[in-house]
C-alpha cells in the first residue's frame, strides 16, 4: 500500500463525448453546453482485487484516487438464506454496508457513505490547502467527518440542525472538523444552501456531490463487491434513494463490468425507492419527465418531517442531468418504487429477524419494496437480486461502544445573509484552529 500509484484514468463528458485529462477536482466538462455528468475512464479495464487488506482500497483499479487513506472497509456480500427462504428467492444477494462482526462488515458508522468519503478524499492531493465543504442530511457527514478526523483533512460540515442526532462518533472529532447548522425545520436542501453560501470563500472549495466521480465510484464498490463475490451481474438492484447518486453509480459499474468480460453481459434493472409522502423522483419518473416536476418547499419541508428516512430527503437531485438517474432508469429498464413509514418499519423488523441485523431506515424502504415487488411477481424465483443495505448495524455499534457528539460550532437561521456565513465559517478555521 505504501508503493501506491495514482490510478490511471481520463475523464469523459457524457453528454458529448469529450475525452479529457483530469486537472485535479474537476467536476464538470468546462466546454459542454449543458448540464451533463462526467465519468472516470480507467486505464485498466480488467478489474484486479488487490485484497482484504486493503480495505475499500481493494477496489482501487477503479477508483480516480492519488492517495490511500487508513481506516477504511470494504462493502461486504453474502447470499441471504433465511430472508430469500421467507420471499421465495432461490439468489437473494445482500451486499451490507455497516457494522456486523459476524459478516465481516466493518464501517463503523454504519453507513456505505464510507464508501464516498474514502474515494473522495483519497482524490485530494496532500498539497490541498483550501478547505473541503460537505453539505449533508446526515449519514455522509458522519462518513465524511470520520476519515477527515482520522486523516487530518480540514473539513467544514453543514446539516440541517433537525438531522443532528446523526452526528455520533465512536471517538472524539479531530479539531480539523468544523460543524455548521441551518436552524430547525431547515432540510437538506437548506443545507446545500448554507454551504453554498460559505463556497463564496476562496478558503473553501466543493466536495461536488454526484457530479465528483470520486463520490459515484467510491459508491459503485456496493455492485463490485456483489459482482465479485456472485461471480454475474445481478438481474435486479434493489437501493433507496435520496438523491439517486448510489444507483447512477451502480449503473456505471454495471457498464465497466460488461467491458471487463469477467462477469456476463447483463444490465441489471435498477429498482429504486423513495419514503412517502416524500417521492419527488416518483413522481417525476411517473410521468416519463426528465425534468423534475414543481414542489413547494413548505410542502418539500412537511414532507421532510414525516419521512423516517431522512437522508432521503434531496429535493434537487441529479435526476435530470445527462447521465443521471433519468438516463440510468431508462437504460436499464428500471422503476421508481414507494414506500411508506409503516412499510419500512416493518420490513426493517422482518430483515433483523430473519438477517440478525438492525438496518438504517433507508436500508428499510429497500426492502421494503422488495418484498412488495415479489408478493406482486415482478421478481422470478429463480432471478439474481441484489439488495443493497446502504446502512446497518448503528443500534449494535452503539450498544458495543461509547459514542460521542460533534456539536456545531453555529446555527444560522434560514433567511442568512451571504456576508454572515462567510464572516462566521472562516473565523472558525482562523490560522492554527484546524489543526
Not at 72 to 85: D, F, H, I, M, N
Not at 122 to 134: A, F, N
Not at 185 to 213: C, Q, R, T, W
Not at 338 to 365: S, Y
Amino acid at each position: 500500500m505504501k508503493n501506491f500509484e495514482a490510478t490511471a484514468y481520463t475523464l469523459k463528458c457524457v453528454a458529448t463525448g469529450h475525452e479529457f485529462e483530469d486537472a485535479g477536482w474537476t467536476l464538470e466538462d468546462k466546454e459542454c453546453q449543458e448540464p451533463s455528468l462526467i465519468r472516470a475512464i480507467y486505464a485498466k479495464k480488467k478489474l484486479e482485487l488487490k485484497g482484504a487488506d486493503y480495505g475499500l482500497y481493494t477496489f482501487c483499479d477503479w477508483l480516480p484516487i492519488k492517495r490511500m487513506l487508513k481506516g477504511s472497509a470494504a462493502p461486504v456480500t453474502y447470499k441471504s438464506e433465511a430472508l430469500a427462504k421467507h420471499l421465495g428467492l432461490k439468489n437473494l444477494y445482500i451486499t451490507l454496508n455497516g457494522y456486523s462482526p459476524k459478516h465481516g462488515a466493518k464501517m463503523t458508522t454504519g453507513s456505505f457513505k464510507e464508501t464516498e468519503a474514502y474515494s473522495v478524499c483519497g482524490r485530494m492531493g496532500e498539497d490541498e490547502k483550501r478547505i473541503l465543504v460537505v453539505a449533508s442530511a446526515g449519514n455522509t457527514a458522519r462518513a465524511f467527518a470520520k476519515v477527515c478526523s482520522e486523516n487530518n483533512i480540514p473539513l467544514l460540515l453543514a446539516v440541517p440542525a433537525d438531522n443532528l442526532s446523526a452526528m455520533w462518533f465512536e471517538k472524539p472529532i479531530n479539531p480539523c472538523v468544523k460543524l455548521i447548522c441551518c436552524e430547525k425545520g431547515g432540510d437538506y436542501f437548506d443545507a446545500i444552501h448554507l454551504s453554498d453560501l460559505a463556497l463564496k470563500s476562496p478558503m473553501f472549495y466543493a466536495e461536488g456531490g454526484a457530479k465528483n466521480v470520486a463520490r459515484r465510484d467510491g459508491m459503485a464498490t456496493t455492485v463490485l463487491s456483489a459482482v465479485t463475490t456472485i461471480g454475474r451481474i445481478p438481474d435486479y438492484y434493489f437501493q433507496a434513494v435520496g438523491s439517486g447518486t448510489g444507483a447512477i453509480a451502480a449503473w456505471e459499474a454495471n457498464m465497466r463490468l460488461i467491458e471487463d468480460g469477467s462477469y456476463g453481459n447483463n444490465v441489471m434493472k435498477l429498482m429504486v425507492s423513495q419514503n412517502a409522502p416524500f417521492v419527488p423522483m416518483f413522481d417525476a419518473w411517473r410521468v416519463d419527465s426528465r425534468a423534475m416536476l414543481p414542489y413547494d418547499a413548505d410542502k418539500a419541508r412537511r414532507d421532510v418531517e414525516i419521512i423516517d428516512a431522512k437522508v432521503l430527503s434531496n429535493r434537487k437531485p441529479p435526476y435530470g442531468i445527462k447521465g443521471g438517474l433519468y438516463d440510468a432508469l431508462k437504460a436499464t429498464n428500471g422503476e421508481v418504487l414507494v414506500a411508506t413509514n409503516a412499510q419500512a418499519r416493518k420490513a426493517a423488523k422482518l430483515f433483523e429477524q430473519l438477517e440478525g441485523i438492525d438496518i438504517h431506515p433507508a436500508a428499510a424502504v429497500a426492502t421494503a419494496t422488495l418484498i412488495k415487488a415479489v408478493q406482486d411477481g415482478k421478481i422470478d424465483s429463480e432471478a439474481t437480486v441484489m439488495l443493497n443495505i446502504t446502512g446497518a448495524g448503528e443500534a449494535r455499534f452503539k450498544s458495543e461502544h461509547e459514542v460521542y457528539a460533534l456539536e456545531p460550532s453555529k446555527v444560522f437561521p434560514l433567511d442568512v445573509e451571504a456576508e454572515e456565513v462567510i464572516a462566521a465559517v472562516e473565523d472558525l478555521f482562523a490560522a492554527g484552529e484546524n489543526k
